[in-house]
């Protein structure tokens, strides 16, 4: 099952720190070490329950914001105008 958990520190140096962890657990409810993998329908689920979660919604909206920064920024560099997105 895919997961996403937003992990909050309270303890430690890192205290009072948030972090999201992009997971996804076997079919017997055991943590997995691998990279995480969605197929459609998982992603689907993941976006409704995302709507459940206001503040780990906006941390992976975050990420995905940046994601698109850099994406913008590797077609910039490989443009041959050299022109700005």
């Known amino acids: ?8 520190y309270t ?4 205290a009072g720190n948030v972090s999201v962890r992009f997971c996804h657990y076997g079919h017997a409810g055991n943590f997995r070490r691998s990279p995480l993998m969605m197929s459609p329908d998982e992603i689907d689920m993941m976006r409704d329950a995302l709507h459940e979660t206001p503040e780990l919604q906006e941390l992976v909206e975050e990420v995905v914001r940046l994601q698109l920064r850099v994406a913008d920024l590797v077609r ?10």
């Not at 099952?1 to 909050?8: D, H, I, N, V």
């Not at 910039?76 to 997105?85: K, L, N, R």
């Open 1 to 8: 099952m895919p997961t996403l958990q937003l992990l909050k």
């Open 11 to 14: 303890e430690g140096e890192a």
């Open 76 to 85: 910039f560099i490989e443009s041959e105008e050299g022109e700005a997105p």
